[in-house]
């Protein structure tokens, strides 16, 4: 499945080691003046290499916009780009072609396809996500235009943590720093919040809101975990804790006293910001010795080579704001919302 969306569409392609990687955005609506720069500037805060504390493979990751847009409108037509490799080194990967990483897709593609491309992981690799990110900065300059925002922050690694942007990210970089310098690697958590969002988006039973993001967010290479709201901490609680109570502004409309439920209730919006979590995984590649076994079963010594990420959520941020501009603009898409009218 290399398609996300139903109405705004997303398909991307390539592997970490090929020539490009790319993607062809179906769905948005003609006339509509994009800024290419922000959308390079979303790019910008993912690529690799940026940061000390990250993979420090160098691509400039500068994106080539190849249709569907004239006179810098968009024409209602598909808008194709390219990403262009040009910092790959494939023979990292050359003793690794016949052994399984731990925690990789290594093996789980193999016993798939019967092949697989083991040159920074192929298909799997979160290169790909690059191209997730060019489809939500086009998403989310069609959402600024109807006031809905999205916006996220690092809000744990390892066992530090943090509860807002504006706090120190010291701490949270000094996990980074000591799971690299022993050659190990560490998890983190990822928050986003969506404003703005009008009450009554959302389709139960089968496509709840909540289930559409929790998707678009799995998907994300590392991801391991969702919740919303209160989320998991609900578990913990009473009823009585939890309830969102209603009350009428000062306007006479109607208005919630908390927001427990994350801005979704029955799989619908409720007009309250849209809050949820993602948690990655550590990287499984480490820079030590690790046992594994050969395609044949035989033990084997995996002795990592290459660049990569000592913490997949530094970079995984504007995957997750963008999954989350692509997942929304869809849905208001699909419950009929007047768009740019």
């Not at 790019?43 to 810098?72: H, M, N, Y």
């Not at 089968?206 to 901490?233: N, R, V």
Request: aromatic residues 6%; charged residues 20%; proline residues 6%.
């Amino acid at each position: 499945m290399n398609t996300f969306g139903r109405i705004y569409r997303l398909t991307t392609f390539g592997e970490s080691h090929g020539p490009a990687i790319g993607g062809i955005i179906d769905g948005v609506p003609p006339g509509f003046r994009l800024n290419t720069d922000e959308v390079q500037a979303e790019l910008d805060r993912r690529r690799p290499g940026a940061s000390p504390l990250t993979s420090q493979r160098r691509e400039s990751d500068k994106v080539q916009l190849l249709s569907g847009i004239f006179e810098g409108r968009t024409l209602g037509t598909p808008i194709g780009f390219v990403i262009p490799n040009t910092d790959a080194r494939s023979a990292d990967y050359e003793a690794m072609r016949n052994l399984y990483r731990p925690c990789h897709a290594d093996f789980t593609y193999e016993r798939r396809y019967g092949l697989r491309d083991y040159r920074g992981g192929g298909r799997a690799s979160a290169r790909e996500t690059a191209c997730r990110v060019v489809g939500g900065a086009v998403a989310r300059q069609l959402l600024a235009a109807e006031g809905i925002h999205v916006s996220g922050f690092i809000s744990r690694i390892g066992k530090a943590v943090r509860s807002s942007a504006d706090e120190d990210f010291a701490p949270l970089e000094h996990e980074v720093e000591a799971a690299r310098a022993a050659g190990d690697s560490v998890g983190g958590i990822v928050n986003c919040t969506i404003t703005g969002v009008p009450s009554g988006i959302g389709a139960p039973l089968f496509a709840k809101l909540h289930s559409e993001l929790a998707a678009a967010m799995m998907s994300i290479p590392g991801a391991k975990g969702f919740d919303y709201g209160t989320g998991m901490q609900a578990a913990e609680c009473r009823g009585s804790e939890l309830l969102d109570l209603f009350s009428s502004d000062w306007q006479g409309g109607i208005e919630l006293s908390s927001n427990h439920s994350g801005g979704i209730q029955g799989g619908i919006s409720n007009g309250q910001p849209i809050e949820l979590r993602v948690a990655f995984k550590p990287t499984p590649t480490l820079l030590r010795d690790i046992p594994t076994v050969d395609r044949d079963g035989r033990p084997a010594t995996l002795h990592a080579r290459g660049r990569h990420d000592p913490c997949i959520a530094l970079r995984a941020l504007p995957v997750v704001e963008a999954m989350a501009c692509m997942t929304i603009l869809d849905q208001l898409l699909l419950t009929g919302h007047p768009l740019f009218i």
